[in-house]
C-alpha cells in the first residue's frame, strides 16, 4: 500500500504510466559518427575471431609459481615468465627448422636453469632437507650452465652463414628471391634467344618428340667476340688486382715471398683462417697458454745457466722442431674440435642404431628357429593325424562288418 503522505501532491499523474527522464550526455560523447581515415600508411588488420578461438583453444596461463606479494623471503618474487626479442617457434604439425630448434634450447636451457636454482634456494631455506640434495642441486645447475655456455659458443649464425640463416629465418622470401632469379634468367635467355633468331634457320619436321628441334648456324664471328670479351674481363680483373696490389717490382717481390707458391685465393683464406685466431676467447687462451710457456721457459733457462746436458739439449731440440711442424694444424684444430662435437650427437645415434640393428638381428634368427621348431611340430602332428584316421578307417570298417553279420 502507498504511503499517504505522497497523495494528492500536484504534478504527479496517477491516470498515466512512469517515465522516468535523464540528463543529455556530453558534447564531447554526443558525436556518434565514426570517422575512419583512409591513408595507405595505416596497417588495418583484419582479424578472425574464429581462427583466434581455435587457435588458443585448449590453452591455458598457469600461475602456480606467481607471486606479486610484497613479502619479504629469501626467493625473489616471480611473476610470469616473459621473454625479450622476437622467438618463433614451430606450429603443431609443423616441422621444426634448425634455427627455431636452437631458439628452443636456449629458451628451454634458461627456464630449467632458473627451475633448478629455485629449487637450490628453497633446498637451502628448508632445514630438513640432505647434504646431498644440495650438493646434487648444484652439480645440476653446473651441468646446466655448461651446457648452455656450449650451445651458446656454437654461434648458429657463423656457422650457417648470412644466406642460410637468412632463407631459415624467413622461408617464403627465400623461395620468392629463388624465383625472381629464375625468372630473370629466364628473361635473359629469352632475350638471347630473341636476338639470334634472325640467325637461325627452322629444321624440316622429324618425327614428334620431347621438345623443339632447331638449327643453329655457328658463325666465327661470334665466337670471336665472345672471345674478346673474355679477354677484356681478364684484362680488366688484372687491373683491379695491380691497383690493390701495385706494380712495382718490390711489391711483386715480395707478394712471390709470401705466397710460396700458392694462389692469391689460397692466401687470402690462409689469411682468413689466422684472422680467425684473432677472437677476444682466442686470444685470452693464447695469452693464458703463453704465460705458461714464458714461465715454464723461465725454470729452462735456469735449469739450462745450472748445468748443460747434451741428451736434454737434443730432447729439446726434437721437441722445437716438432712444435715446428704442427704449427699450422693448430689453426685447424679449434674447427676440428667444433665439427666433432656438432658430430657428437650424429655418432651417438648411428651406435644406437648399430645396437638396435643388431637386437633386431637375434630376434629374427630366434623367431627363424621358433618356426622351424614349429615346422617340424606341424609335421609330426600331421603324420600323427592321418595314422589316426587310418586307425579310424579300421575300426570303421570292422564295426560295419560286425553290423552287418549281426543283421545276418
Not at 627465400?174 to 636476338?195: C, G, P, R, V, W
Request: a negative charge; proline letters at 3%.
Amino acid at each position: 500500500m502507498a504511503d499517504p503522505k505522497y497523495a494528492n501532491l500536484p504534478g504527479i499523474a496517477y491516470d498515466q504510466p512512469d517515465v522516468y527522464e535523464t540528463d543529455d550526455l556530453p558534447e564531447a560523447d554526443q558525436n556518434d559518427d565514426t570517422y575512419e581515415e583512409e591513408n595507405e600508411c595505416i596497417e588495418r588488420l583484419h582479424l578472425s575471431a574464429s581462427e583466434s578461438y581455435l587457435k588458443f583453444k585448449d590453452k591455458h596461463l598457469s600461475g602456480n609459481a606467481v607471486d606479486f606479494s610484497d613479502r619479504l623471503k629469501k626467493v625473489p618474487n616471480r611473476g610470469y615468465d616473459a621473454r625479450s626479442g622476437v622467438w618463433e617457434l614451430a606450429g603443431e604439425g609443423e616441422k621444426e627448422t634448425i634455427l627455431q630448434k636452437y631458439q628452443r634450447l636456449q629458451c628451454e636451457m634458461k627456464e630449467f636453469l632458473e627451475e633448478v636454482a629455485t629449487l637450490k634456494e628453497e633446498a637451502k631455506g628448508n632445514k630438513g632437507s640432505s647434504s646431498d640434495q644440495t650438493a646434487g642441486y648444484k652439480a645440476l645447475a653446473a651441468n646446466i650452465e655448461r651446457a648452455q655456455k656450449q650451445l651458446s659458443e656454437f654461434r648458429l649464425e657463423e656457422t650457417l652463414g648470412p644466406e642460410l640463416l637468412a632463407s631459415l629465418k624467413d622461408p617464403e622470401t627465400a623461395q620468392i628471391k629463388k624465383l625472381f632469379a629464375h625468372f630473370e634468367t629466364y628473361k635473359q635467355k629469352s632475350t638471347k634467344s630473341t636476338d639470334l633468331n634472325s640467325k637461325q634457320k627452322t629444321a624440316p619436321a622429324g618425327p614428334a618428340g620431347d621438345g623443339l628441334l632447331y638449327q643453329l648456324r655457328y658463325r666465327p664471328e661470334q665466337s670471336q667476340l665472345q672471345q674478346t670479351s673474355r679477354v677484356a674481363e681478364l684484362e680488366q680483373r688484372l687491373n683491379k688486382l695491380e691497383s690493390v696490389l701495385g706494380t712495382s717490382n718490390e711489391n711483386m717481390a715480395r707478394l712471390g715471398s709470401t705466397l710460396h707458391n700458392q694462389s692469391i685465393t689460397e692466401a687470402v683464406e690462409k689469411l682468413e683462417s689466422r684472422f680467425a685466431l684473432l677472437e677476444p676467447t682466442q686470444i685470452e687462451t693464447a695469452e693464458g697458454r703463453l704465460t705458461g710457456l714464458a714461465s715454464k721457459m723461465d725454470v729452462v733457462a735456469e735449469k739450462v745457466n745450472g748445468q748443460s746436458d747434451p741428451e736434454k739439449d737434443a730432447k729439446v731440440t726434437e721437441l722445437y722442431e716438432l712444435v715446428k711442424k704442427t704449427e699450422f694444424i693448430s689453426s685447424i684444430l679449434p674447427q676440428t674440435i667444433r665439427r666433432l662435437t656438432a658430430l657428437e650427437s650424429l655418432h651417438r645415434e648411428a651406435s644406437e642404431f648399430s645396437s638396435s640393428l643388431a637386437k633386431l638381428e637375434a630376434f629374427q634368427l630366434k623367431i627363424a628357429t621358433s618356426l622351424e621348431g614349429n615346422e617340424k611340430l606341424l609335421q609330426s602332428v600331421d603324420k600323427g593325424f592321418a595314422e589316426n584316421v587310418e586307425t579310424i578307417q579300421k575300426n570303421m570298417n570292422g564295426l560295419n562288418e560286425r553290423i552287418a553279420a549281426l543283421k545276418k
